[in-house]
Each structure stands twice: as C-alpha cells, then as structure tokens.
C-alpha cells in the first residue's frame, strides 16, 4: 500500500492513478472531506499532513510514502521527525519527499527552512528515502487563468527573465518511479523542464493552444509583491520575486534527472497548456 499526501494537488492528482494503474492499493490523503472520481484501486482518507497523530491511520499498513507538504504546512505544523517517525512506526519502508529546488541553490532562504528540516529528517530516518528538488511549476500559470478568460491578457513581472519550469505530471512521473522500483533510495532528483522559457513565451504558448493572441503586460516588482503578498507570507513573495527576476545560474539551468529517471525528455510548458486548457477559455 502507497500512501500519497497532497493527492488532490497538482502532483497527486496525476499519481494516484499511475500509482493505481500499476497495481497498487493506495491512499489518497488530503483535508477534504471527500473526493470523488478516484481510480479503482484507490481510497481517500483525510487527514491533517501536519499532524502525526492524524496521519496515523492513514498509514497503517502502508510500505510506502509520498510527502507533500503544501501551502501553510511549508512554515507551520509538527516537527519533521515527529511526522516521519510515525511513518516508520506504521512501517513504512520508502519515503519520496517534495522538496524544492530552492533549498539547494538559496540554503539560507527562511522560507525554505522547513523543507530542508524536512530533507534532514528522511535522510536521517533509516527508511530508503528520495528527495524531489524540483523548478518552479508550469501550473503557476493558473494564476492567470481568470484574466486569460476575461481579457485574453497576462500580467506578470520580468517578461524576458527566462526560468526552465517544470510539468507537474513529470514530477509525479518521477516519484511514482521512486516509489514503485528500487534503485532510487539515497537519491536527490532535481526536476525541471526541458528548456528555459519566459513569461512572455508563456503567455505566447497559451495563445497559441487557444488559437487567439494573448496579450502581455509587464507588472513592476512592487506591483507583483502586493499581489503575492495576500496570498503568501511576505518573506516567501519576496523570496518567490527574487528566483523569478534575479534567478542563479543554477536556476535557470535545465536538469537532466526528468529524462534520466524516465528515459524521456520532459514535458515543455506547451505540453502543459494543451492539457489544461480548458481553465483558459
């Protein structure tokens, strides 16, 4: 039994049915209070990803765990050891954690703090574990779906700042790789995509998948800061503004780990837009 956490997010939803595909019983953990159009093979749980004692259940009788900690769960919640010894106490064998790319190349960032706690705390488990570090995620153009719909415009900052985003399905690819076949324990992946693109080609690639011209219009970084500040701590919108307009080298370079796992290139960001489509229209 796999135990998949975030499994209503935009990696679990495309792992619980790879997972499920492959002949394995799993749990869907998420807070909802239901969740429908599950695989067969697949049952839903909720629970609190930031509470042992909630996960608990969850676990029993699992041999493997994919962690994701998402939103709020990133700054708040039980110690990482806390949470990781219940999983070896449910007897849990395998772990692949979601982590980020950021706690590599920006170690001292404090928003990144609790993923590397997280990093430290499976590594130093015992349990076979894999850490997926991957760029920032192709579905963060979801944030301009609403004025896509409406005006056909994307509004975003650094229009020629190029980064390599990464499909969220190939990270589920990946940890789905992880947790079904040895060979991967011990192992840190980092995920991006194929090749670095800007906002502006972004914005042109949705275009092109709706057959119409999406206009662009470059935001200042104050202006982006005050639209990310309601939505995220202040310290993350200005860590988030940081990689997305003075990115590192390392940032910006394209990995190989998506094809080395899965013996195929990754998915350009275009692959990403067909497949959504539809919240654009």
């Known amino acids: 039994m796999i135990v998949v956490t975030g499994a209503t997010g935009n990696i679990g939803r495309d792992l619980v049915p790879l997972l499920a595909g492959a002949g394995e019983e799993v749990v869907a953990v998420s807070r909802r209070p239901q969740v429908d159009g599950l695989p067969a093979g697949a049952r839903h749980i909720r629970a609190d990803v930031g509470s042992g004692a909630d996960l608990r259940p969850a676990l029993d009788g699992a041999r493997a765990l994919f962690l994701l900690l998402g939103g709020e769960l990133n700054a708040h919640g039980e110690h990482p050891d806390a949470l990781v010894e219940a999983a070896a106490e449910a007897g849990v064998e395998r772990i692949v954690l979601v982590s980020s790319q950021l706690t590599a190349t920006r170690p001292d960032a404090p928003s990144h703090a609790r993923l ?16 997926l570090r991957p760029s920032g995620f192709a579905s963060n153009a979801y944030a301009w779906a609403e004025t896509v719909r409406a005006r056909r415009t994307v509004l975003a900052p650094f229009a020629e700042v ?23 324990a011990g192992r840190t992946y980092e995920l991006t995509g194929p090749v670095a693109v800007t906002p502006r080609e972004q914005a042109a690639a949705i275009g092109r998948a709706l057959g119409e011209e999406v206009a662009f219009v470059e935001l200042s970084r104050e202006q982006a800061r005050h639209h990310l500040a309601q939505l995220m701590p202040a310290d993350v919108a200005d860590s988030t503004l940081d990689v997305l307009g003075v990115p590192l080298p390392a940032e910006q370079a394209v990995g190989a780990d998506v094809e080395r796992v899965l013996g195929r290139p990754a998915r350009p960001f275009g692959a990403w837009v067909e497949r959504n489509l539809a919240a654009f229209r």
């Open 116 to 131: 590397r706690a997280f990093e430290t705390a499976v590594r130093a488990s015992g349990l076979q574990s894999t850490v």
């Open 162 to 184: 190029a980064l390599p985003v990464v499909d969220p399905a190939d990270i589920a690819a990946v940890a789905a790789a992880a947790l079904l076949a040895d060979g991967h």
